[in-house]
Structures are given as structure tokens and as C-alpha cells.
Nanobody
Framework: QIQLEESGGGSVQAGGSLRLSCAAS????????MGWFRQAPGKEREGVAH???????TYADSVKGRFTISKDEDKDTLTLQMNSLKPEDTAMYYC?????????????????WGQGLQVTVSS
């Protein structure tokens, strides 16, 4: 397993942008599946975006066209660029990795998780 640490959360007004980063240690292997999940108060955790070992990206319908997931191999990080944020995007956001697997999905097991960070979008 690897350790994941998210950064970049915070508060923003609706329509604004935030960029989340996820640093992996002791190594970042770009061929693993990695993803972002979120959990709003009183709701179940849901998948936001994931990127497979072949760099294929998948997004939840609710964020398509607004969020972009990417890997930065030079910085050993996974990023989530969030644009046109809406109040309903408010949640704790978690980075996750499926080490040992290149294929991805929202319903598959991820064996490494970050602690999460808060994203708050005000109207």
C-alpha cells in the first residue's frame, strides 16, 4: 500500500475553481488506477473521477465538463481541477489508489485512501 495526502481544499463561491492535489508516498506509480471520491453530510460516499493505468478518464455525470483528473508524474501527484463549482459540490473529498491494478471503476476496491479534505462552495 501507499500513503496518500490531499491538499488544496477550501472555500469558494459558486462558479469558482479549486485544484486538489494528492501526493503519494513512498512512490507514485502512474500505471495504477487512482481516483477521487467525495462524501457530503448525510450522504453516502460517491465517485467523482478516476483515471486508469492507461490514462483513460471517467467522470461522474454530475461533474462532467467541469472537473478534470490528471496525473503529474514529475511531481508524483494526482490532481483534480474543479471549475464552475456549485454548492452541491460541497463535501469531503478523498484521494484513493488501487495499487496493483491498472483498471478502474467507482465500485471496485481501492486499497489506499487519503484522510480527506473539505471543499465548501457557497451560493
Amino acid at each position: 500500500q501507499i500513503q496518500l495526502e490531499e491538499s488544496g481544499g477550501g472555500s469558494v463561491q459558486a462558479g469558482g475553481s479549486l485544484r486538489l492535489s494528492c501526493a503519494a508516498s513512498p512512490y507514485f506509480y502512474s500505471k495504477y488506477c487512482m481516483g477521487w471520491f467525495r462524501q457530503a453530510p448525510g450522504k453516502e460516499r460517491e465517485g467523482v473521477a478516476h483515471i486508469a493505468g492507461d490514462d483513460r478518464e471517467t467522470y461522474a455525470d454530475s461533474v462532467k465538463g467541469r472537473f478534470t483528473i490528471s496525473k503529474d508524474e514529475d511531481k508524483d501527484t494526482l490532481t483534480l481541477q474543479m471549475n464552475s463549482l456549485k454548492p452541491e459540490d460541497t463535501a469531503m473529498y478523498y484521494c484513493a489508489a488501487r495499487t496493483g491494478y491498472w483498471n478502474c471503476g467507482f465500485g471496485v476496491d481501492y486499497n489506499s485512501w487519503g484522510q480527506g479534505l473539505q471543499v465548501t462552495v457557497s451560493s
